[in-house]
């Protein structure tokens, strides 16, 4: 019995806390919590995520306050097709049973009634970046063929027939096409983009009435820029706005919106929060201002990225695209809701404990999650407004210092 | 032989390498830098440490190896197994400990040369609490956890020398080494608005003394041993920075040992440890006192079972713990017995004990608080 406990006794359980706090003195950790204004800059700034990087395509006509359009380019359009058996290739004639194939998002859209999808012509020998040229394209003359779906056909993958001379008269050239949609009323939902799915919409067409030859099949694709591949890439399908949403007052920090804004907090933290305390928590506290806009009682999803722009980089607006998500929080309002806002930075903070301050400037850019692809757009004040209302930073942290002696 | 030295190899290495195990704060007997195991081999722990002096495995008295004839090495194992109780709680833990082992080696016809690493002071504990605590404008539960782990350990090297039949006399150099890691963390239910705190902190000692010792044999039937240890200067560093300064504890013992009765002896000793000289090495909450140890006991022959000898011990032992506990002292009484055996045409000994340990303090704000410990404690020691 007594081998059988000394064996036993190779797991050893020190837990003894019976005794504590008397035979345990000190050795519990204070927490000390301090409220700081550490915000030097805060401004709001263009999202420039580019150009047909948006995950979805908004296709929106609000009124007066909205009217977002896509663009999918299909730039090869094929002359001459091979049947399956044959080895040499023959000209394509005849085009019928056109169908443009796209997957919908709904949600968080408007869907008021049956709604029509007009397809336009917007092949323009213009710059690609010149969207209000494209804008005036959506004339009746270019109109290349409508349709009206209910609202339940409006979910998951609907087809779109085009006329067959809208390939035939671009054979070896190009199509481009300009969605607008329209109803009774607000209108809007979002079509998935080639950057955020695969294959998400695709181009299909007959050449012949023989079964035996298979249907031609063709995704999304931009030959321009020519001399810049990776932007062409983004063209193969984007929104162009032709009326954004109303920017939010100039002293505030806006969040989201069409076109799409961030805002940059940059601080500056006293260096023993930072380097030498054990951090609990860290709170930024915002105060949300009401913006009563396009769907203000939706909810907007905000998080915060940290950002890694040196320096080097002087551009406020160009600093907020270089960032990394730090943290997994997220901070859920609706925008027409007000007062304080907590979004826990405390990962941001303990990721700024290995960055050179001089080299990194500590900074945060809040953004929208579905940037670019909803109006929705939340509003705070800035370090310009009274100091209760202003952005600060709550942090949390153990004041134990040990040094390991009883 | 195999399936009885295989086990005990594995922690004999393991002393080596890690010289002490585990013990637990908040308790009586580890307040400040820990618990004293009192280095006593199983066999002079088993006799109250009457043998203690005498004994060559305990690094006691450098005189008591001036016998060993033959190489020797010996390696202990000693869990315990340790319930506190308070008014309103009561807290059971399991320390498995390696408190000693030692080696000897003849040096000519007359003397031996040892080495030894035995458990100076054991810290090794854990307490875990929950408490309610208001951070950012909002109550949350904070679950506490500290783990001790480590322990001082003394390093002996000792050289005896048998001068004659009636007087041995031996030397030694210790080192006092060792490290405290302490683990501190604070959870919180919420992790994604509350970041764990997780602090480790390593503490290392370097210390220094020298002892001597003598016994004396006036007769056939009494042994007398004396010994002393001068500490010199005790340093605990972090990193490369020295955190705190003391000295390592003098101690001074004396033993008595009778041998008149056929097939036993009687043995007592007596020893005081200047611990208050370990006073600064930790904060002011821990203050060490010097202290007073006693303890008798009687080893005699067994019946032959299986033709080996079986050899009874049993003894008491009456000392004061190092560091005082809020402020008081802590007595620690205890009994114990114990066999041993030797095995392998006697070039292998094993002893076992068993010891029951009361500790109690003096402090008023104590006075409910009351320490029971088992102790097994297992000694083989083997001649190559």
Not at chain 1, 201 to 213: C, E, H, K, Y
Not at chain 1, 259 to 284: C, G, K, N, Q, T
Not at chain 2, 80 to 93: G, H, M, P, Q, V
Request: aromatic share 6%.
């Amino acid at each position: 019995m007594i081998v059988v406990a000394g064996v036993t006794a190779c797991t050893e359980n020190l837990d003894n806390s019976a005794g504590c706090p008397l035979l345990c003195p000190d050795q519990g950790g204070g927490i000390e919590t301090v409220t700081i204004d550490p915000i030097v800059l805060d401004t709001t700034v263009s999202a420039l995520a580019g150009l047909g990087t948006e995950r979805s395509l908004l296709v929106a006509t609000r009124g007066d306050t909205l009217d977002a359009r896509a663009i999918i380019r299909f730039d090869t359009i094929p002359a001459r097709y091979r049947a399956s058996t044959d080895t040499a290739t023959t000209a394509i004639t005849a085009v019928d049973s056109v169908l443009l194939q796209m997957r919908v998002d709904t949600s968080g859209g408007k869907i008021p009634g049956p709604i029509t999808l007009d397809a336009y012509d917007v092949d323009s020998p213009a710059a690609d970046s010149l969207t209000d040229a494209l804008i005036a394209l959506f004339t009746p003359d270019r109109l290349i063929a409508s349709r009206t779906y209910a609202p339940a056909e409006l979910k998951d993958t609907v087809f779109f027939a085009l006329p067959g001379s809208a390939i035939l008269q671009r054979r070896g050239s190009r199509l481009r096409l300009g969605l607008r949609a329209r109803g009774q009323g607000s209108v809007q939902f979002r079509i998935v983009s080639t950057e955020g799915a695969a294959a998400p919409t695709l181009l299909s067409f007959r050449v012949t009435p023989d079964t035996a030859v298979r249907r031609i099949s063709l995704l999304p694709f931009s030959s321009t820029p020519t001399d810049q591949p990776a932007l062409a890439a983004s063209l193969d399908d984007y929104t162009i706005l032709a009326r954004g949403t109303s920017r939010g007052p100039a002293n505030a920090l806006n969040v989201g919106g069409l076109p799409a804004r961030r805002v940059y907090l940059r601080f500056e933290i006293p260096r023993f929060l930072v380097d030498s305390v054990d951090l609990i928590r860290a709170s930024l506290l915002l105060t949300q201002r009401p913006n009563i806009g396009v769907d203000a009682a939706d909810t907007v999803l905000i998080i915060p990225h940290v950002s890694l722009a040196t320096r080097a980089v002087t551009d406020i607006a160009k600093a907020s695209q270089i960032t990394a998500i730090a943290v997994g929080d997220t901070l859920r309002i609706a925008p027409r809701d007000s007062g304080l806002k907590i979004v826990e930075v405390a990962s941001v903070v303990g990721l700024w404990r290995g960055q050179d301050e001089v080299e990194v400037p500590r900074a945060l850019v809040l953004l929208s999650t579905t940037e670019g692809q909803s109006p929705l757009e939340a509003r705070f004040f800035s370090v310009e407004a009274s100091p209760e209302l202003r952005p600060r930073l709550r942090i949390s942290y153990s004041t134990r210092k040990s040094r390991g002696l009883p | 032989m195999r399936r009885s030295l295989l086990p005990m190899a594995g922690a004999f290495a393991l002393v080596f390498v890690a010289g002490s195990a585990a013990h637990a704060q908040g308790t009586l007997s580890t307040q400040g830098f820990g618990f004293p195991p009192g280095q006593l081999s199983t066999r002079a722990l088993s006799t109250g440490g009457g043998l203690g002096l005498f004994d060559a495995d305990s690094p006691l008295n450098p005189a008591a190896i001036a016998t060993s004839s033959d190489p020797r090495v010996f390696f202990q194992y000693e869990p315990e197994f340790r319930r506190l109780t308070t008014t309103d709680a009561k807290a059971n833990t399991t320390t498995a400990r390696f408190p000693l082992t030692s080696a000897s080696i003849p040096v000519g016809s007359k003397a031996s040369a040892g080495l030894s690493v035995s458990t100076y002071l054991d810290r090794s504990s854990a307490t875990t609490s929950t408490r309610e605590a208001r951070i950012s404008d909002q109550d949350v539960t904070v679950f506490e956890t500290v783990q001790m782990l480590g322990a001082i350990n003394d390093v002996r090297l000792a050289l005896g020398w048998g001068a004659s039949r009636k007087l041995q006399i031996g030397a030694g150099a210790h080192v006092f080494t060792g490290q405290n890691r302490v683990f501190f963390s604070q959870t919180f239910p919420d992790s994604l608005k509350f970041t764990p705190v997780v602090q480790t902190t390593t503490l290392g000692f370097t210390g220094f003394a020298a002892s001597a010792g003598a016994i004396v044999r006036p007769s056939p039937v009494l042994a007398l041993a004396v010994s002393g240890r001068k500490g010199g200067a005790l340093r605990s560093k972090s990193n490369d920075s020295t955190v705190s300064e003391a000295n390592v504890p003098d101690r001074y013992s004396a033993a008595l040992s009778y041998e008149g009765i056929t097939g036993a002896s009687i043995s007592a000793q007596v020893a005081r440890e200047t611990w208050s000289a370990m006073n600064g090495l930790g904060s002011d909450a821990s203050s060490a006192v010097d202290a007073w140890e006693g303890g008798l006991g009687i080893e005699t022959a067994g019946p032959r079972i299986a033709e080996r000898l079986i050899v009874f011990r049993a003894g008491s032992r009456y000392r004061t713990l190092p560091f005082q506990a809020a402020g008081g002292k802590v007595n620690e009484l205890s009994f114990v017995g114990g066999i041993g055996a030797q095995f392998f045409r006697n070039r292998a000994a094993f002893d076992m004990a068993l010891q029951y340990a009361t500790r109690s303090a003096e402090a008023a704000s104590l006075s409910a608080a009351r320490e029971r410990s088992f102790i097994l404690s297992f000694g083989l020691r083997v001649r190559p």
